[in-house]
């Protein structure tokens, strides 16, 4: 305690020869008597063996209450290096006080391991001359019922869950952890992002220009002894000094002041680094930013902290909070080409799922991602989406999922959850792995495993659906009740698919196995379908998320192509619900209330015969007039007129009836614009 928490004995590794290995190591001596003592200090590294292979001996007298400090060198010959998971080797530092008659007075043995890290610009992160492409997640360690009393059991408990679906790095966010995962993480070979919680509303008071002088002095406390009580962790590779205090200018009333107002945070950034040179220099600081360069923030004046720190992490949610999944690899490219010689990583990114909400076509709709609607399926669909964009970055040296688990969080009432940040890969109770973890496991490992996709959205709405598959076996073969539907190998990022299986009424068995040797690795899902499913459509247009209907079970928006999904809903704040307006003239309001619209079509796989299409449309209450035909295999069915209206003006269902006849297996429905958008909100395809 007399060194903010450290155990008082710190080592460095040089490792310039690769034969010769040299610690230096310092350490704090402390006479607490009376007299003077003349003392010897032994520092020896021992092998996993028990046998000495380097020692160093200094002799000195000290003072009464006299405090020293004293480095010696050991050098290590033929040395086995901290691979990481290739070779989590660990020595053991061993350090001792030897008073007269060569009483041992004090000892201290600490696990310890030879490494040497560089991270480069545009080679990324290189251990011990070998470049190590680091990907992991960002952990919260709270539990449900427990809270922050989490036990070394506990903590072993998750490091496993994330050893098992192949991180090689963990971000420790956003604060600083105990000793039991640091511990676990020197012994399995792990890279760790240790750092302080300056985070977001990072000053107070009313001058919020001003940074507080004892904000800064606690910041830099926590940052002492943070890395003074993990300094001989080999598995600690950089010291995070902040995450997102550039947030403020995005969102300034989150700090309590006002646009413009918003204060600056370089100078305490700066003096942070500073901090993390004169302990460290062996390490490399960082920090994470939210917002530089973002689309979605262009006309903000958001300070430029990524150049501060040694190196940056991005936190970046593309797909979620703003933009497409697929915008994040042209952000990162822009970032890398503006910074080239600062090594960048992803240290945030991805997306709210909730395991018991599911949609048919993770872009049928729109995501809302403060609200409820946000399956499991979107969630997986951005993970895959920006995994595709990081893994084709060589210049990036890691990148951290947010969040290996659910945690709790306040003012958030998302998907099914209340209080509960639902971005982890696995739910707050560590009870369900989610799809996307399957989805990483299947990338990151080796060890042969399959895993079907949506297996809870065991209720289907649709006789029709892709079946997903994520697997890392050389040939994947699918099974439903029992018939092959085919094999897959070489699957793009591990990503097998399936479409167009037809399910049968009842239930349904689908198997996805390995082929030959493998055969014995295989996923199996139940999927139901009812009769009042079976060979009809009920489809929500515009939803992501089906919306209850008192007349049938729908599902949402699938089938179409092209046009743009859009709703009468108004998202709101924060753990805040939608604004809903009235929808006249229908009984089935949330049906009603989203809507795909401009040009486009549906292609429905129908039996034969003839068929009864309703179709519920809804005018956008704006102030121009529509016109569009809708057409069922080329034969005009429905023609809509939609006159002007005025903003205020309440939203008035229609429903449109007509009869087709499908010949050739396929029903086709074009809706055609004369004038404006066409638009439907739901569509009903029966059997007459």
């Known amino acids: 305690m007399l060194d903010y928490g450290g155990p008082g004995v710190y080592a460095t590794t040089h490792l310039n020869n690769p034969k010769k290995a040299q610690v230096t190591v310092s350490s704090r001596v402390k006479n607490d008597a009376t007299i003077s003592k003349n003392i010897r200090v032994f520092a020896q590294l021992v092998d996993a063996k028990g046998k000495i292979v380097a020692k160093a001996e200094q002799a000195l007298t000290l003072e009464p209450h006299a405090l020293a400090t ?27 006080i030897v008073g007269s008659n060569d009483v041992v007075l004090d000892s201290m043995d600490q696990p310890y391991g030879l490494r040497n890290i560089v991270i480069s610009p545009d080679k990324g992160f290189i251990l011990n001359g070998k470049p190590l492409r680091l990907h992991g997640v960002a952990y919260h360690q709270d539990r449900e019922g427990l809270g922050w009393a989490v036990s070394p059991k506990d903590v072993k408990q998750d490091v496993d869950l994330m050893m098992e679906m192949g991180v090689n790095t963990i971000r420790l966010a956003h604060y600083p952890h105990g000793q039991p995962v640091h511990d676990l993480a020197d012994k399995y070979g792990l890279i760790l992002w240790d750092e302080i919680p300056l985070v977001t509303s990072w000053t107070y008071g009313k001058g919020h220009k001003i940074v507080n002088d004892r904000l800064l002095a606690n910041a830099k406390l926590q940052l002492k002894e943070m890395i003074k009580q993990n300094f001989n962790h080999p598995s600690v590779a950089l010291w995070g000094v902040a995450n997102e205090v550039d947030f403020g200018a995005v969102v300034p009333a989150f700090l309590g002041a006002t646009r413009g107002n918003a204060p600056d945070p370089i100078p305490i950034l700066k003096s942070l680094v500073g901090l993390v040179k004169q302990l460290d220099p062996s390490r490399a600081s960082t920090l994470a930013n939210c917002c530089e360069a973002t689309e979605a923030f262009k006309n903000v004046d958001i300070p430029k902290t990524s150049p501060v720190a040694d190196t940056v992490g991005l936190n970046r949610y593309y797909g979620w909070y703003y933009g497409d999944a697929d915008d994040l690899g042209p952000h990162l490219d822009a970032m890398h080409a503006k910074y080239p010689n600062l090594p960048i990583s992803v240290s945030e990114y991805g997306a709210g799922g909730a395991v018991s909400l599911h949609t048919d076509n993770e872009l049928g709709g729109p995501v809302d991602s403060r609200g409820h609607n946000q399956p499991e399926e979107y969630m997986s669909y951005v993970h895959e989406e920006n995994w595709r964009a990081i893994k084709s970055k060589p210049y990036l040296f890691a990148s951290w999922v947010w969040n290996a688990f659910d945690f709790a969080t306040t003012v958030r009432t998302e998907g099914d959850s209340h209080d509960i940040n639902t971005k982890g890969l696995i739910t707050y109770d560590r009870a369900i792995k989610k799809d996307a973890y399957y989805f990483y496991q299947a990338n990151w490992t080796t060890k042969p495993m399959v895993h079907i996709t949506s297996s809870r959205y065991s209720q289907r709405h649709y006789q029709v659906t892709d079946v997903k598959v994520y697997s890392n076996l050389d040939r994947t073969e699918l099974w439903l009740n029992g018939k092959s539907l085919g094999v897959k190998d070489d699957c793009s990022l591990k990503i097998c698919m399936w479409p167009n299986v037809s399910l049968a009424v009842g239930e349904n068995t689908l198997i996805a196995k390995g082929v030959g040797k493998q055969s014995s690795v295989q996923d199996k899902v139940n999927w139901h379908l009812n009769e009042s499913q079976n060979n009809r459509y009920f489809i929500d247009a515009g939803a992501l998320i089906a919306a209850s209907s008192k007349q049938h079970t729908f599902g949402s928006d699938n089938f179409f192509h092209g046009g743009k999904a859009a709703s009468f809903d108004k998202l709101g704040g924060w753990g805040q619900p939608p ?110």
């Open 70 to 96: 004293l480095q010696q060198n050991l050098v290590v010959s033929n040395p086995t290096l901290w691979q990481g998971q290739e070779n989590p080797y660990l020595y053991t530092l061993r350090t001792e």
């Open 579 to 688: 604004v809903k307006p009235n929808i006249a003239q229908t009984a089935d309001r949330d049906l009603a209330a989203t809507y795909r619209r401009g040009k486009f079509y549906y292609e429905l796989p129908l039996r034969n015969g003839r068929y009864k299409v309703v179709l519920l449309t809804v005018a956008p209450t704006e102030a121009v007039s529509s016109r569009f035909v809708v057409e069922a295999n080329g034969h005009k069915i429905v023609e809509v007129n939609a006159l002007k209206t005025t903003s205020s003006a309440t939203p008035t269902a229609e429903y449109h009836t007509a009869e087709v006849k499908v010949v050739d297996g396929r029903l086709n429905l074009q809706f055609v614009p004369i004038q404006g958008d066409a638009f439907v909100s739901a569509i009903e395809v029966t059997p007459i």
